[in-house]
């Protein structure tokens, strides 16, 4: 928590006019998210579901508030305005005087767009209505013909501390005006960020897919298996494997998020084997690391394989690296033009989200 | 290189075990130097985030996080020992801490 009372002036400056944010959502997302933006000098509401532990979450504020008083970051009257000025509740009417919403529940269609559709009756017009959805577009979410143009895309990446980077996605009705004061915002926060058109959102999800969809592939062809893939892309591409991911962040939500990105590329049918395969892990309830099984088991929740088959060749281990560089690079160099991202932002959107040291540009 | 007082030494130990007593929700005299921060306090990675963030905005330290992650993953840290004499080093060496390595 930093000094609110000393931040004020800035939050004051002509072009920000947001200084009430509202976040949706008490998963890890809303809750890394409202921890981050109470590093600065928002008015923050925090709303969280009917069935969440709102004294928990009181709890958890005031003792992290406390402790910052403690340690000397803030003094007594800060300390008070903090606790005073921002609000946890699971009343969505305390979303009244937002400047921006944005919000993180479960990545489903029709939840996102019910929330939307009661957060427009009850926040100000020129408020703007963020999504942090990873798969689906803002323009899904449209409620009204008033507020459409206050509806965009906000993907933060966890943990958001971490991740120096957010996609702005914009629609069609995305007024200039809009775009400039969310960017001001995410600017005021610290962040990087790269704008993207609906054609082209979630391009860093989608670049690693076509990185996950190729490692399938593979082993697909029994040329490695996942374990095999994914301890090579971790000691020598990134610094996790490709199916480890996809059990982390649930078979379900990658499901739903690769038929969202893939549903109208021209080459979608080049995905259907990794889909394919998705969906069986689904409907067995192999859901990754949530459900103790996915690519891979956890019994207890520690990953096990049952890879017994010999270890790759040097020349099997090149081949299959190779190829998964040449995937990497190609589609770093695809979505940078598809994007009209610069160079140099999609490096930097890319060793963050990748959390590695040099991008496919360096 | 900044020089680390006794008086630092002190408040930072303070600082780590005021902190994990109040996230973990237990007693403060139940945690010592030896405390295993993940097996015995059920602690997180967000947790040493949160700390590390602490430190930086108290001794207004020069250092990005990744640095910080790329040290930890050559020198990891198990107890609360480990992290205090670690905090210590970074309030000492900030972004010189990978030369450490």
Redesign the interface.
């Known amino acids: 928590m ?1 000094n609110n009372q000393s931040q004020k002036s800035s939050c004051q400056d002509p072009g920000s006019r947001i200084q009430i944010v509202g976040i949706v959502g008490e998963g890890k997302m809303g809750t ?1 998210l409202f ?1 981050f933006l109470l590093e600065f000098p928002f008015l923050l509401r925090w709303i969280c579901s009917p069935e969440a532990d709102l004294e928990k979450f009181h709890k958890t504020f005031t ?1 992290k508030a406390l ?2 008083l ?4 803030i003094d007594q009257q800060e300390h008070d305005e903090i606790l005073n000025s921002t609000i946890i509740s699971s009343d969505p009417e305390q979303l009244k005087d937002c400047d921006l919403v944005i919000e993180t529940i479960n990545e489903e269609f029709e939840l996102k767009r019910n929330l939307f559709s009661r957060i427009d009756k009850i926040v100000p017009a020129s408020c703007i209505l963020a999504s942090n959805s990873s798969s689906i577009n803002p323009s899904r979410l449209f409620v009204s013909e008033a507020r459409d143009p206050f509806i965009i895309g906000l993907h933060y990446f966890y ?1 958001i ?2 991740k120096d980077i957010v996609e702005l996605i914009y629609t069609e009705k995305t007024p200039v005006e809009v775009r400039s004061r969310v960017e001001y915002f995410i600017r005021k926060t610290g962040k990087h960020f790269i704008s993207l058109n609906e054609s082209n959102s979630f391009i860093l999800n989608r670049l690693f897919l076509d990185i996950q969809n190729d490692a399938f592939r593979i082993v697909e062809q029994k040329k490695a298996t996942f374990s095999q893939i994914d301890d090579l892309v971790s000691s020598r591409l990134f610094p996790f494997g490709v199916f480890d991911f996809m059990d982390n962040v649930g078979i379900d939500t990658m499901l739903a998020s690769v038929k969202n990105y893939t549903s109208d590329y021209p080459h979608k049918d080049y995905y259907q084997p990794l889909i394919d395969k998705l969906y069986r892990l689904e409907k067995a309830g192999k859901l990754g690391l949530k459900s103790g099984e996915g690519f891979y088991t956890y019994p207890e929740g520690i990953k096990t394989h049952a890879d017994s088959e010999k270890a790759l060749s040097e020349t099997e281990e090149k081949e299959i690296l190779d190829y998964l560089s040449n995937t990497y690079i190609n589609a770093s160099k695809r979505f940078t033009m598809q994007s009209g991202c610069t160079i140099d932002e999609m490096n930097h959107a890319i060793k963050e989200y990748f ?1 590695i040291e040099k991008g496919p540009f360096e | 290189m900044a020089l680390v007082t006794e008086r630092i030494k002190t408040e930072v130990k303070e600082i780590v075990y005021d902190f994990f007593a109040d996230e973990c929700e237990v007693n403060k005299s139940e945690i010592s130097d030896q405390t295993n921060i993940i097996n015995d306090l059920d602690g997180d990675s967000l947790m040493f985030l949160e700390l590390i963030e602490i430190f930086k905005k108290k001794y207004a330290l020069e250092i990005e996080l990744k640095t910080i992650g790329k040290y930890a993953i050559k020198n990891p840290v198990e107890t609360i020992g480990q992290l205090i004499d670690m905090q210590i080093l970074i309030i000492e060496h900030e972004n010189r801490i990978l030369e450490l390595v």
Not at chain 1, 70 to 73: A, H
């Open positions: 930093k890394s921890y003792i402790r910052s403690k340690t000397g970051l943990p501390p971490l959390g």
